[in-house]
């Protein structure tokens, strides 16, 4: 079972600094190895170190590595800064290889070419910098939530298992494990300013 | 379409952890699909994701990790191919409305209790376990129960009312174990929604328990 680590979950590997968006920015558009071998020194050792502490082997973690980075280089370009903060961005590119190597399953997604899609309202001037902000923002908003709260967030990532199970694992019940969740999520998008 | 029921938070948040089996990922992919607000704090959770990952203990890669890559990576040019898109149908964003037949009539429905019929969803293509398709007709309702596991439902057309509220086409119920209800059609047509479990449903009473191996609901 993951446990929270002292010191939060940014506690003493607070990531060094990468300019994440300029690296990407650099392999899409002059196919830079320079930068994307930075890129790759960066994120592997943590995409390893993220599938292991969420139970998977070092086989499939590395596995995980390899087509997590080669989908970083075939799809740089469609990567947009206006949208995610690069560590956002290639987590969910991880979080799908790893779904794809274990169950060999999808996971649905809403398709924007779909006739049906509802596209975003029109953002106001304040939203149109990067997400790099709000990533110190959640980074922060993390780092101070209340014990109980970071361990139900974590649990919620690295353990493959519905909320349910982790309210049984932790002889919690589910509406305790749910409200936890919530009040941290509260915290987080109160952080980068959302509303309603 | 307004929506007044939208996927719990708690959900938005195993969808982002990636923990949320097909089914039920199907159900909250079609509604993303049509809710700016949901697909934001859906973008939200994806970043705590994405600040676990910056800020995880790095592990040490094998020595020829990057080589490997390099090696992978060479003369691949950005992917430019474009996915076939998917369609929704019948007010259904894809992924559950490319689903449906292309005319409701078309489904093949099987009465599995009094004025309750069910069906399955892609009678071509693939079946997500856990998916199914029900039609409670006017005034009837839903054999009363709880669930073992988590039970979300989007309700295609018509409407139904239980303890939690009223439900319309485009809502989301999303319930887990503690749940106890009794849904029933609440109008003059037929309530059509589609159902993702990731545990059978727990009904009270005998007589529904009986019925149980035959509904699989
Ligand atoms: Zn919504
Ligand atoms: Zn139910």
Redo the contacts between chains.
């Keep these: 079972m993951a446990t929270v ?1 002292s010191g939060g ?3 003493a ?3 060094p600094e990468i300019d994440g968006v300029a690296l990407l920015a650099r392999v ?1 558009e002059a ?1 830079c ?1 320079l930068s ?2 930075d890129l ?2 960066h ?8 599938m ?2 969420s139970g998977a082997s070092e086989d499939l ?2 596995e995980v ?2 087509e997590t ?2 989908t970083v ?6 990567f947009d800064p206006a ?10 590119i ?3 290889k ?2 794809d190597l274990i169950r060999r ?7 924007p ?9 029109p953002e106001s001037g304040i939203e149109t910098v990067t ?1 790099k902000q ?2 110190r923002r ?2 922060q908003a ?1 780092s101070e939530l209340p014990p109980e709260q970071a361990q139900i ?2 649990l ?9 199970a982790i309210a049984e694992r932790l002889d919690l019940p ?2 305790t494990v ?1 409200s936890r ?2 009040l941290a ?1 509260r915290k ?2 109160d952080s ?1 300013g ?1 509303d ?1 | 379409m307004s929506i007044r029921h939208h996927p719990a938070e708690t959900t938005l948040i195993a969808y982002a952890a990636g923990h949320l089996d097909e089914a039920l990922s199907a159900i909250v992919a079609s509604h993303l699909a049509v809710c700016p607000r949901c697909r934001g704090r859906s973008r939200l959770a994806d970043g705590i994701g994405g600040e676990l990952l910056d800020s995880a203990e790095p592990a040490t890669l094998r020595d020829d990790a990057l080589d490997a890559v390099l090696a992978r990576i060479a003369g691949a040019g950005p992917e430019t191919a474009e996915p076939a898109p998917r369609a929704g149908r019948h007010g259904v964003a894809a992924p559950l409305g490319q689903l449906l037949p292309e005319r409701l009539s078309d489904i093949r429905w099987r009465t599995v209790g009094p004025g309750i019929r069910q069906a399955r969803l892609g009678e071509t293509g693939r079946d997500p376990e856990g998916l199914k398709l029900l039609k409670i007709a006017p005034g009837r309702s839903v054999p009363r129960h709880t669930h073992r596991g988590h039970e979300m439902t989007l309700i295609v057309s018509g409407s139904y009312t239980d303890e939690l509220g009223r439900f319309q086409a485009g809502d989301i119920a999303d319930l887990d174990g503690e749940v106890d209800h009794q849904p029933v059609s609440d109008t003059g047509e037929d309530c059509i929604c589609i159902i993702a479990t990731d545990a059978p449903l727990r009904f009270e009473g005998w007589v529904p328990r009986l019925m149980q191996p035959f509904v699989r609901i």
């Design positions: 680590r979950p940014t506690g590997t607070a990531a899409a196919r190895r994307f071998a790759f020194g994120f592997g050792p943590r995409i390893k170190g993220f292991m502490r973690a590395e590595v390899q980075m080669v280089w075939t799809k740089a370009h469609l949208k995610a903060g690069a560590s956002t961005w290639i987590f969910t991880a979080r799908n790893r779904i399953r999808n996971r649905p997604e809403p398709d070419n779909d006739p049906m899609f509802v596209p975003d309202p997400r709000d990533e959640i980074r993390i967030v974590m919620s990532f690295f353990e493959e298992l519905p909320h349910s589910l509406g749910k969740l919530r999520f987080v998008r980068v959302e309603s």
